[in-house]
Structure formats: structure tokens, C-alpha cells
């Protein structure tokens, strides 16, 4: 059976495999302060030009989002996201847990606009009655989005620019980080996002590795005793070398990006495909995440052959569903998907 | 000069205050044991209809709030409440801070329609990916709401059916409970609201108390050590008599009742005036709050000559303010008010 | 029947409640914001010496723990207290509710010895693993403490050095402040207390008023936004006159200190009483708490006749007992209790 | 150079390394959905005849810890722990974090006496004050200990039987779970220990797994919506494989129990080098880890060729090490420290 639920299908990428059986039997020292996450940051640093970052591994996404806003947010202060933002809607409401509201601004295909980030702060500062209210803290947005979509560079400097007139932290959730960069409408660059942002992270689960994301505090900005705070949100590694290997391994020879790249091969070779045969798309994505519209009854259909996410509602009769490409994607597979639709 | 900036400018009715002054050398248990509070909570039973619910006096909504829905909600769950519900906007995220979400639907004159939060629900439990979200717990509806409106009974019935179809508590938030029930638009008497309900606040600090609020559990299902919960919140008063006294009179001889209907007698009184002068109203208010919409140019001019309260910007050049009576408003002040506009 | 149960058994005292009254109509601004609100605060900063401080009132004890202490700390850090800190025992975990951790060290007779406290920094940041530890971030201490013992001066300059020596703000609980300073054995002043530390409170509910406590921040060290910090917590009175107009009163014409001093002659004849009728004292207390260790059966028989509180078990037939004063305690009472004894 | 820091100096035991090697390519479900989390569940529940256990994997040993405890609390609860427990003492304030008080009580050897949890219980159901304090709500001990020492049969059924007394769920942390059972010195078995307590977690990372503990609720008593509250701490992994095929291979062929026997192993032989060479050991451990006092000054010379850990200052000239074993370790190793000791 075809396979398109996710891009956390297959283990980790074979060169990842590789070097965890490689250094598999030295002894290392635990909670992150090995040789490879050394290496690792190092790797990162040049692949950034963030020569003086902080970098700090972490085991996934929620954890890392979750980690990450508390770290930075006064305690009467909440983080401004789309409606749509993961942090919104699918993390459990881990950031309420933390003990701080997401405050939701409308979204468009993902996105959120500047000008209505700019109205949110204006009529926050505008309002007498904001002793009462959650301070906006920092920004959070997503690249790419949850729809697959991508800032421009236009777009992302206005977003900071806002920020920093306002003195808020702009933090880039980089789930899929690799996917964005390496899709042929990103007009941005690796060393380009991480000027235009204070924190993002760059993510490992769903490019290739077992677990893991790497935060880049892009001028040696991270929260004091940040090591502690992961410790005391659960999420310190003993073996800390599970994540430095894996991404030490990600930034040598760029793998990172050739599995990223080869994963929006994959997604328009697949958008392609439903082009072909008619299928209307949800949002026009460019990156690795497709997004189609079915009728109820060809989507049941369809199931018995292929994997894919369910996404949403859209109509009585119609269902949203996700495809999604991965570094592990085989052109075949997309071939054969074709000849079943 | 004139104020109608809100219903708590006032000290305390000079009813409480005199029972303030004659109990007030007795020695009395401390932590609400008192026979003062036993008394209020006998006669707030009396008056709800409702003789086996368990009744705990809290010192301000916000408080109310949190540790109700705090204490109710389990870890994973979230408040379902209108986005502009009083816990949603103006509360500070105290709702965040004990670890919740607030779940945000949009709002028709400050009201949840019936049809919103079922669609709300249906969503949610259609969403297989509902596992890696915020489970809807409860909801939160005030009555008034925010913008002075009722529920009208039928209303307040289709939202409790459908909460118990789904197994969840309603909270109602009467902040200003007796302004709402002795409006002429209210069609439900306090037994009927009770009764739709699993848990509600009668207001005093905006009815006519120095501070305080009653929370009744209909049904006696108070959450487990809810006195400990109130402990742990900083919510308990040693000296809990200063509730306890002031209920008592507050539903002694229906006072709470009398001075909530002169409210509303002024208030209608103050909405006769803007409509005379030819003002618009932001809302048809039936309650003691009155939005009024004011040019920005005139509200300044108004300014000087008497208090109001900024409710939000309308356009470039209008804002909408709020006029609020209270048990303490004169009839007089409203006929000084008649004339300044 | 006669009652030492506590120092909250009556209302307030008579000159607190007679301005209630007299005030009781004048319109004022809320949250604080009221004249009567920036009086008190202008005396507590001359009873004080401290024109430069911040003061803010809260509505209890726990409550302003609770604040005080999650206001200041960061979210690694914890609180150092004695191990029969109010914090550590009697709060209901309302510190640990706010996400920190009471770090707690062995007392004599309720207090924090200097090198008890020193001994504890030095092994925390001798530890090589103290990145997976709770970093002390402040320093509470009560005065009176729980024992109704005193710090000397010289014990409290010792323990701020340390603090000061360490970067740790040091807190005082003046829950019965009053009390404390009024005790013949007190040999600092308001001012010299207020020298000692960062922050320390002044108690109301227990020595006079029907609730409120007044937190200095002794050199404008309040944290940022404190207001909406109490407003998140759910400690934001819309009629903060009602704390205001209180501690107007205890803070003219010398009223916090002349009420405390009473309480202190009464607690010293009821301790002559003990002593003369051979009751073994559980500690020597030199403020307005007394501890007396009672065989059991005497403890029931006198129980029929005055009232007490427990405090603990002492052995199989002894139980420890507190019998308080306050500011309306009658010497007449205490005379009563005698023969009794 | 020699190393005996940790229990997790290498990476993976080799069959899991082969078993994810084998795997890798396979698509599997998401968030502990694949079928190896399910084998692996399946093996456990009949290594620890438990067959309607509920079985989660988590990542590391404090967040099992929090999630766990937190999820079983009341909000008005607290956890009893022994002074020296992980989550006391190592876990950077993790449970206070989720809002719950460690409830410490003094140990002997690492370990809570049944008498002293008796005390502490029928002390606190003793006061009337209770209402002010935290509520046992379940208890935390560890096997092994924080010292490395194991609770007899006898010691366990009579913990548990006084929780079973007073309703509380008994929670064992087996971070090195294998090392206890496999000691000479362990008198019960895994169905044992199983049947012995409300809730255990099957320490991974500590025993040949690269990350990874398995928590077993023993009979179908894991807290409603548990795998949200893994999501919503930020413990839930995309790729549950990870975990799933880790546990699959430790419960394949009794490999847990076997490399663990051989840390034990290692262990008697290091202990006895120590005691041959007269050195003095802090605590009698019968598991893997050893606590040796050395000399300041001997410590250094040591550390020039052989790794171990701080463990705490003994006294002005001495200092108290661990060593640890491991399934990694070679006789040789010890042979070798044998010679420079």
C-alpha cells in the first residue's frame, strides 16, 4: 500500500543510521555536552552565520515550542500566533500549560499578514483597560506553515520590523524548516531567516531524523539557565548524543538540504499529478505538504490503496485531506499514486 | 461632576454596611464557619430553589472564575467561552496562568448561539486528530454578557441541552446576575437559571457589596476539597464573616433584588436620554450597562463633565464608551446628565 | 465562653470601620487607583523611611505569598524558607500551585539561622550537578515567624548580608508585624526592617483590619506589571478603596502600632498567667501567640470553657495549643481565663 | 583513559541498534500507533504478568516522572518522596513545575520506612488545620534508591499496604530498574514488584537504550486521556517507533534482565577491588552504582585516569564518588582499575 500520511513515515536517514553505529560504543558525556553536539552547533553556527548563537538540541516540536515561549515570556505575557498556528490548535495546549495565552490573530493561507499583526499590537496599546489584559510577549509563526505555505522575505522583514518596534522576540517554528528553504518559491535563505528572526528552530523530526530540533537563539540570546528550564520541562537528554549525532550528520554536506530538496521534487512531481487528473488543491503549497479536496465517497475510495491525513471539514460532501513527501519518498510511489487516481 | 464610569463606585448599600457595624465585635469562626456566612449560603439556597447545592463566597470574579473553572476542568480540557467573554479578553490570562485554554467562538451581541457551540463540538469530536488538542471541558457563558445582553430562556435551555448531550458543565458568570434578572427583557427567574445551569456566581461587588461573590454548585458537585483549592489559590479569607455578612443581607428581604431593579430603572432611564439626544447605541442593552457610540471630538468635550469608561475604538473618528448605573445611581444625576448632552 | 482562637476572631477595628462609613458614598476610581489608596501608601513610605518604595495591597496572606514570591522569582528558582515556614505548611501548596518549589531548611524555634542559610548556598553552588536543581532565588522569612518568636537585628543584618552576598532578595512575611515590632524583646524598628530586606509585608488582616496586607518593594523594585500580575492571580479588587481606606486608618495617628502594643500587654499577662499556674510553654514566644503543651484530658475539659487552637501533637497525652491576643482583647478576658486555670 | 561516570556513557546496546537498523525503512505509524510499540507492550505486559496493565513510553525519567504524577494528582495534592528522591533533589523542580508539592520525608539508606510514612500520614490526617495543607495524594519511592540500595519484599508490601490503607497509589521510579532486579541482594521479581504498586516505570535509558522508559500502569489505571497529557507536557514523539522498537528488542530474549545481570556483575567485582584496596564505601549498594569516599586529594590524582561522579562532600578533606557499571562495562576495565587504584 501507498504511503503519503506523513513525513515521519520511515526511522531516520540511512547516513544518520550510519554515524549512531559508527560512534555507537564511545563514551561520551551525557546531557548535551558531548564531542557531536559540539560539532554539531558548530556546523550549524556556519550554516546560519550566527557565529555567536545559542544553540540547544531538543526531542520535538511541542516540546520545543512549549520550552522555548516559556523561556522567553514574562509570566503576564502571551505569544501572538496565526488561528491556524500549531501552537493553536495542535499541541494539546501545551502553551496554556506553561501558564500563557496564545493570542490568535486571523490568518491567511497560513500566514499571518503585517498589517493585521501591526493592527493587534496598535489597538492592544491603544486600550486603557490593558492592566487587565495578557500582554502581547513575542511573535510565533511558522515556516512553512501549517498549509504549507511561505513567508517572502518582503513579508518576514515586515513581520520583524513590527517586531522590533514593539520590542517583541520574533520566533520562527521550523517543524519542516528544510522543506521551506528548499522550495522553488523560497526567495530566502538559510543565513537570511535567521537575520530576520531572534529565535527559530530547525527541525529534525520530520527531515530525516529520529527526533530531535535544534533552537538557534540567533544573537546569543537564550533565556538564563536555559539548560535547567529544559530540565524542568522534561526535556533533557542524558544521552545527549542521540541528538548531536544526528545533527552533526544533517550538516555535513549539506545533507540537510539535498534530503529537503529532494522531498519538493517529490511534492511537485505529486501536486503535478493532481493537476493532471483534475483534483481541485486547498491552497496552492509549495513545499512538501499537499493539500486536496475530496468528495466523501472517492476519499473513502482511495483509502483502501493509499495513506494520506485527514485535514478538515470542507463541505458535507467533501473532505480536506493532506499528501505529504518526505527525503524518503520514491518517485515510484508517486507514479503509482497516479495511476490509481 | 457626573459618574457613570462603572457600577463599583460606590462604597458598600448602607444596608451591609450596617450589619457590618453590628456584628462586628462579636467573635466569630474563621474561614467561612462562621453562622453569618451558614446563613447567607440558607438563604441563597432558598432563593435559587435549589436546597441540596453547595455554596462557596469567593472575593472577586476574576478569582471566581479561575478557581471554578480551574477546579472543574480536568488537565487536558479547555473552557469553551465567547471571544469576548470576559475570562477571554479582560482577566489578565488568569484562566492561562491555571494551566487552560481558553476556547474562543465567535459571538452574536456578547451571546454563544446554540448552533456556534455545536458546531464547535461536532468539529471536535469528528477530528481524528482530536487527541493532539485541547479537549472542551466546560463552557462559560455570562448573563449578562459583556455588552449588557441576555439570554433570553430558550436560549439558555438549547445551550444547557446540548452541554449535557456532550457531558459538560455550564458556567454561567453573573458578575452583574442581578441587573440581568431584573431587566424587564429577562424571561427566567434565579430558580429557572439555576436550574439551567451546573454552576453559577451571583455577583456582589457590582450589586451592591464592598467585595465578594457567591458560587453555587447546583447539584452539590462541588469539585473535592474545593475549600483546600480556594486555600491554594489565595482565595480564602480569614476573616470570612465580611462574605459571609454581606450575602446575608444582600438576600435578606430581596434586597439584592430591589437595588438591582433601580439600576435598571435608571439605566433605562439613561438609554431614554441617549435616544432623545440622538445618540447610537452600540448595543440595545436591556441591563444596567449602556454603550453609546461618541464621536471623538464630543467624548473629549463630554470628559469634563462627567465620568465614563472607554469600551473600544469604533472608526477613525468614533469611539464606543460605556454608561453604567448602579444600585447607587440618582435619578437626579441622570436628569444633570439630560441636560449636559 | 472566651476565645484566644486567633487574632481574626473579631470584625475590624472600631476607627477602620467608623472611615468606612464616613466615605462610604464618595464616588472613586477602581483598582486602586482611589485617593484614600495613594494616601495610605504615602504613610506606610513615611512609616517606613522609604520614599522611593512601591507599594501595592493585597487582600490576604496566602494570596500575597503567592505574588510576592512568583513575581520575583524566575521559573528555575525556588524559594528558601524555614521548614515551618506559613509558605511551606499552612498554604495549601499555593507556592508550588505557581510553578516553584519551597526549598526548605531545618529552623530553631521558627527562625533561619545565618549559617544554616549559608551552609545551604555554599552546597548548592558547590554541587557540580546543580544545573538539575532548583536554583535559590529568594529568601522568606516571617516576623514574627510561625513560633512567635524574633529575629534580633543583628540575626536579620546576618541574614541579609548573606542574601545581598548571593543576589537573593530577601522577603519578610510581616503577616503580624505589628505584633512583632510592639514585643518588649523587638529591637529594630519599622524603618530598620524595612532596611533589611527587598520586599516584606505589612499585615492587616490579623492586627485590626477585615482583610488587605500592604507589600513594600523597600527600593522600587516591584517586577514589571506587578498590577497585572495581581489581576492574573485573581488578587485585583475593583473596590481596592476597601484596602485603601483601611490602611489610612491603621497608619494615622500611630493606629497599627498603638493596637499592636495592646495586643502584646495582653499576651504578656496571659504568659504570667502559664507561668504562675505551672503550663509548660512549648516556646518562649514574645508576641501576641502564646504555646502551651496540655495533657489531653485537661485540654478537653478546658475546651468546654475557652476557646484555643491546635497546633500539634506532643506526645501520646500532650497536645501543643496556641491561645492568641489581638488588638481587641480584653484584659477582663484574660482574668477570666486565670480563674479558670 | 577509564570511565565510570554514568550508566550512559555508550550509546545503544548492539540488538536494538541491529533491530532499528532492520526497521529503518519500514513505514510505520505515528505517536506510538506502530506496531512494534505494540509488540513491545505486549512483551512487557507478560514480563510483568500484568495482562491488563496500560503501557506508555516516554522519553526520560523526569518527564515520566512529571507526567505521571501529574496526572494522577488532584490539583490539591502533593507527592511523599524520601528527602533524597530524584524528584526531590535532581529533577530541577520538574513536579513543582506542574504545580504539585514534594511532600519530603526523611530516608535511611535512600528509603522511606513503612513507620515513617505511617507518621507522616496519621500526622497529617491528625490535623484540624489539614484544610490548609497539601494532601498526600501518592508516593514516590525508587528501585533502587537514589543510593543504590533495594527495598525487600517485606519493606514494599509494607509501603503499599499502608497506601492501600489511605488510597493512595504507590508510584516506583525504575529509572534502573534491571540493576535492582537482577542484584543478589533483590528478594522479589519483576510479577512481583508489578504486583506490589499502582504504577512503575522499566528504566531504558539507563539500561542499554539510547532513550526510552516504559511506564506501566498495573491494572488499567492510567488517568483518562493520558496520551493528551503526554502531547500537552511535550512528551509525545512522532516517530514512536523509536521507543517501540527499543522496548520490543530489551523484552526480546530477556535481554533487559540479562545485561543487566552483567552490570551487577561487574559491580560485585568493583565493589570488591574497593574494599581489597581498603577504600571506604559511603553505602553498602548491592546494584550497579558504588559510592566510595575518597580523599581530596587522592580524588584528584584518580580523575587524571579514571572518570567518575561527584556525589556530595563528605567532609573538609573527603568527598563522597560514584561509580557506575553498565551493561557496556568490560571486566577488563575493571581489572584495569584495579591496577591503578
Not at 25 to 52: N, Q, T, V
Amino acid at each position: 500500500m501507498l504511503s503519503f500520511e506523513s513525513d515521519y513515515l520511515e526511522g531516520v536517514h540511512p547516513k544518520i543510521l550510519e554515524h549512531l553505529v559508527h560512534t555507537n560504543l564511545e563514551k561520551l558525556s551525557g546531557y548535551g555536552d558531548d564531542e557531536y553536539s559540539e560539532l554539531a552547533k558548530e556546523k550549524i553556527k556556519r550554516a546560519c552565520h550566527c557565529p555567536s548563537s545559542d544553540i540547544y538540541f531538543l526531542v520535538n516540536g511541542t516540546q520545543t515550542n512549549q520550552i522555548v515561549i516559556d523561556g522567553i515570556l514574562e509570566q503576564y505575557e502571551g505569544v501572538i500566533a496565526a488561528d491556524t498556528g500549531h501552537i493553536s490548535v495542535h499541541e494539546a495546549g501545551s502553551i496554556e500549560y506553561a501558564g500563557h495565552k496564545v493570542l490568535e490573530v486571523p490568518q491567511i493561507a497560513g500566514k499571518i499578514k503585517a498589517e493585521v499583526l501591526l493592527e493587534c499590537l496598535q489597538t492592544f496599546f491603544a486600550d486603557v483597560n490593558r492592566e487587565h489584559m495578557v500582554y502581547p510577549g513575542m511573535v510565533y509563526i511558522s515556516y512553512p506553515t501549517e498549509y504549507g505555505t511561505l513567508y517572502t522575505k518582503k513579508e518576514l522583514e515586515a513581520i520583524y520590523g513590527i517586531c522590533k518596534d514593539y520590542g517583541l522576540p520574533l520566533y520562527i517554528d521550523g517543524a519542516r524548516l528544510g522543506y521551506g528553504l528548499m522550495s522553488a518559491q523560497a526567495d530566502l535563505t538559510l543565513p537570511e531567516l535567521a537575520k530576520c528572526c531572534d529565535v527559530f528552530y530547525i527541525g529534525g523530526t520530520k527531515v530525516g531524523a529520529l527526533c530531535g530540533e535544534a533552537v538557534v537563539f540567533t544573537h546569543k540570546n537564550a533565556p538564563k539557565h536555559f539548560k535547567t528550564m529544559i530540565k524542568q520541562h522534561g526535556g533533557l537528554l542524558a544521552k545527549g548524543r542521540l541528538l548531536g549525532i544526528q545533527f552533526d550528520t544533517l550538516f555535513t554536506d549539506n545533507l540537510y538540504f539535498e534530503i529537503s530538496r529532494h522531498a519538493i521534487e517529490m511534492a511537485e512531481l505529486l501536486k503535478g499529478v493532481f493537476r493532471e487528473k483534475g483534483y481541485e488543491l486547498y491552497v496552492d503549497s509549495p513545499t512538501n505538504q499537499q493539500f486536496v479536496i475530496l468528495e466523501n465517497e472517492k476519499m473513502e475510495q482511495l483509502r483502501q490503496h493509499v495513506g494520506f491525513s485527514y485535514w478538515g471539514r470542507w463541505d458535507e460532501n467533501h473532505t480536506v485531506v493532506r499528501f505529504a513527501t518526505s527525503w524518503a519518498t520514491r518517485k515510484d510511489d508517486v507514479l503509482r499514486l497516479r495511476e490509481l487516481l
